[in-house]
């Protein structure tokens, strides 16, 4: 992510994505937590990329694993470990 934590998905039937602190001197280390990307029913997903050209509302794009899977593009409200966690915008492209 652009404050240098770790997005790992999970490529199954109602996975997440989750948000890792790779830094051990940072408060959330081994505190791993689904994030919003993958919204409410989860999904197969394959990557996670981002654009941080706005620094307040940086923008993030999941794919799903599978042929007709859908584009998910998460606007999130600020930036930092929070901003995956508590308020954004998703829209989709089928």
Same mark, same amino acid.
């Given at each position: ?47 996670v990329a981002v654009d941080n ?8 794009? $999941? ?22 966690? $508590? ?8």
């Open positions: 992510s652009p404050w240098n934590t770790w997005i790992s998905c999970e490529e199954y039937e109602n996975g997440q994505c989750w948000q890792i602190e790779p830094d051990p001197n940072k408060p959330n280390h081994n505190l791993p937590k689904a994030t919003l990307l993958g919204g409410l029913s989860g999904g197969e997903y394959e990557t050209t706005n620094k307040k509302k940086p923008i993030f794009f $999941v794919t799903e694993d599978k042929s007709n899977g859908e584009l998910r593009r998460f606007e999130a409200d600020g930036n930092g470990w929070d901003a995956l966690h $508590v308020d954004g915008r998703t829209t989709y492209l089928e």
